[in-house]
């Protein structure tokens, strides 16, 4: 069993930088593939950004690459989402989610077996 926490949600201003982190209880936080997912109001849960277990592959959707990172710390079970240049469009309440399964498609929210509560991200204009 994991437990994931996520923390640095809040307000910014467009343009600005926020650090989402997300903190994994247990040993084994390098065994699992890290992903964030978002839901906006009316919106379906979607893909934002994933990593693999060591960290040697990232994968961005369309919308947020270029301007987010996933950096991960395997030393201290957290994995982490650098909003730069965020836009008003990025509002949303922000999942990690962490997945055992190797050679999946960590764009898919079913490769995941564990999920956070969710941080609320609001960007204002």
């Known amino acids: 069993q994991v437990q994931l926490v996520e923390s640095g949600g809040g307000l910014v201003q467009a343009g600005g930088s926020l650090r989402l982190s997300c903190a994994a209880s247990?040993?084994?936080?390098?065994?699992?593939?890290m992903g964030w997912f978002r839901q906006a109001p009316g919106k379906e849960r979607g893909f934002v950004a994933a990593i693999t277990r060591s960290g040697g592959s990232t994968y961005y959707s369309d919308p947020v690459k270029g301007r987010f990172t996933i950096p991960r710390d395997n030393a201290k079970n957290t994995v982490y989402l650098q909003m730069i240049s965020p836009k008003p469009e990025d509002t949303a309440v922000y999942y990690c989610?962490?997945?055992?399964?190797?050679?999946?498609?960590?764009?898919?929210?079913?490769?995941?077996?564990?999920w956070g509560q969710g941080t609320q991200v609001t960007v204002s204009s």
């Open positions: 247990g040993r084994t936080f390098n065994n699992y593939g």
């Open positions: 989610a962490a997945g055992l399964k190797s050679s999946v498609d960590l764009a898919n929210s079913r490769s995941y077996d564990y």
